[in-house]
């Protein structure tokens, strides 16, 4: 296993992250710990949930993802081995977040809730890395890397008020470092100028989607990530599975999430079946597993810290993890490319 630096906070963590968020749904709390359990083993330090999870989001099973990897720490003692990533969700009209009933939002009541549920399901005195799981103001789509953009209007609270508000639970030790997610050029631009003018905690790093059929990262933020130390943490480097290839020619294998869900139209656009098709093929050209070939691109970029992968058996898990065994050589790269010019970010 590989280890990177986190932005500037001085913490090594792994080249992948564990994605948690099918704990508490797709996967219960002992296959959790197992899958816990076996990425340790393989060397990955950095585990990444959230206050939504699990997937699908629902009042009834909110927050049972922190508590699984809370109750894994405690019986495993040990929490000061492991980099923990959570988030507080964005500006959204569900209810069951917050006590009151309120809609969320990062107002400084909000966040200081949210943090406290997260820490007492978690069973930790501190977070790693607290995230903003989205942007608390309206943008033109979710993941923030539109190829089409539509002007937005909305209610929103400044950045820098939300800066303030990690800047105190930094200074109350219950946040040591500050993220985003599905966060834009300007956004992260933004809380790094207000960090540097007011003395705010600086943000570590950057979660978005990116994968072969999404490479809109590169466009813009993917020199901010270089230039200003704010790496990429790639979520959905497999496009929800497409890019196993499981789900060619219409296929639905069992318990997957498109047979049990339905929440796959970030993968299902028109430009999408080509796109993977031909990355699939070209996999299988090369000797390799589509899965592999697609995490061992993202994690091979300058500007990528490190890559989430989830799995819900525990082969999928080890299959993800042994694509950090796997090189991209120039030539595969170029043909991985000449892909990409023909079929462009289809799914972003």
């Not at 564990?18 to 816990?36: D, I, R, V």
């Not at 933004?190 to 943000?203: C, M, Q, S, Y």
């Not at 990262?217 to 200003?228: D, N, Q, S, V």
């Not at 020619?249 to 993968?267: C, W």
């Amino acid at each position: 296993m590989h280890y990177r630096p986190l932005g500037r906070t001085g913490l090594e963590v792994s080249a992948l992250c564990l994605g948690t968020m099918t704990f508490g749904e797709q996967n219960s709390e002992a296959e959790g710990h197992a899958q816990l359990d076996y990425a340790r083993e393989r060397g990955m330090n950095f585990i990444d949930t959230a206050e939504l999870y699990p997937i699908p989001p629902k009042a009834q099973t909110q927050g049972e993802t922190e508590r699984i990897v809370g109750t894994w720490m405690k019986a495993r003692r040990n929490r000061a081995d492991v980099v923990l990533a959570t988030k507080v969700v964005g500006r959204s009209q569900n209810t069951w977040f917050r006590d009151d009933g309120s809609p969320a939002e990062l107002s400084r009541a909000q966040i200081l809730e949210a943090v406290d549920k997260s820490l007492a399901r978690l069973q930790t005195d501190w977070i790693d890395l607290y995230q903003i799981h989205w942007p608390d103001r309206a943008v033109s789509q979710f993941g923030a890397n539109p190829i089409v953009y539509k002007p937005t209007s909305g209610p929103e609270h400044p950045i820098e008020e939300t800066l303030a508000v990690m800047d105190e639970l930094v200074k109350a030790g219950k946040v040591r470092h500050v993220g985003l997610s599905n966060e834009s050029a300007w956004g992260t631009m933004t809380f790094l100028a207000h960090a540097e003018a007011k003395g705010l905690p600086r943000v570590a790093s950057l979660q978005n989607a990116y994968s072969l059929v999404n490479r809109t990262f590169e466009g813009g933020l993917a020199e901010i990530a270089r230039r200003e130390d704010v790496g990429l943490l790639a979520y959905s480097p497999l496009a929800q599975g497409y890019l196993t290839g499981k789900y060619e020619g219409g296929a639905r294998p069992p318990g997957a999430r498109r047979t049990l869900f339905d929440r796959m139209q970030r993968y299902e656009t028109p430009g999408a079946p080509a796109a993977i098709s031909a990355y699939v093929a070209l996999a299988r050209e090369w000797g390799l597993d589509p899965a592999q070939m697609a995490l061992a691109f993202a994690a091979s970029r300058s500007f990528t810290t490190s890559v989430v992968i989830g799995a819900t058996t525990m082969a999928q898990l080890e299959t993800n993890i042994d694509a950090m065994d796997v090189a991209i050589p120039p030539e595969l790269e170029a043909r991985i490319d000449a892909i990409h010019l023909r079929h462009t970010n289809p799914c972003p």
